[in-house]
């Protein structure tokens, strides 16, 4: 059995790894946008209200061979409601010989109102 190697401990060491300071300050950032795109998210009203959001922060930890230190790769993931479906009606047609798609019906005649114009109602006589 190989005996536990024990990290070296320095007088004057520095800031202990926390998750403002890592990899320079960019993981807080990176959190504190996905934060941000996460409330813009439940804020939108094209969106579910109640759908579940997530953000997941996931490191992946090389060591060294030494074990004296590790390389890591910080991600943020999020998951966010998509947008609320818009629904509608399409009818098909087909014009010549290419099959197409329009926004109202074809096959119905569109309605003409041909409206006169108001016409005054004549004024009372006065008597």
């Known amino acids: 059995m190989k005996e536990k190697v024990e990290a070296p401990v320095h007088d004057g060491l520095p800031a202990v790894l926390s998750i403002d300071n890592m990899a320079d300050g960019a993981v807080y950032e990176m959190l504190n946008e996905a934060i941000k795109r996460m409330a813009e998210n439940v804020a939108d009203p094209n969106t579910e209200p109640t759908q579940k959001r997530k953000i997941t922060?996931?490191?992946d930890v090389l060591p060294f061979k030494d074990r004296s230190?590790?390389?890591y790769k910080a991600r943020i993931d999020t998951k966010?409601?998509?947008l609320r479906p818009a629904e509608s009606?399409?009818?098909f047609a087909?014009?010549?010989?290419e099959h197409l798609a329009f926004g109202r019906n074809t096959r119905q005649e569109e309605i003409q109102f041909d409206m006169p114009a108001p016409v005054e109602?004549?004024?009372p006589k006065l008597q």
């Open 121 to 123: 109602a004549p004024k």
């Open 80 to 82: 966010l409601a998509g």
């Open 89 to 91: 009606t399409m009818y």
């Open 57 to 59: 922060l996931s490191l």
């Open 69 to 71: 230190g590790a390389q």
């Open 94 to 97: 087909k014009k010549n010989g």
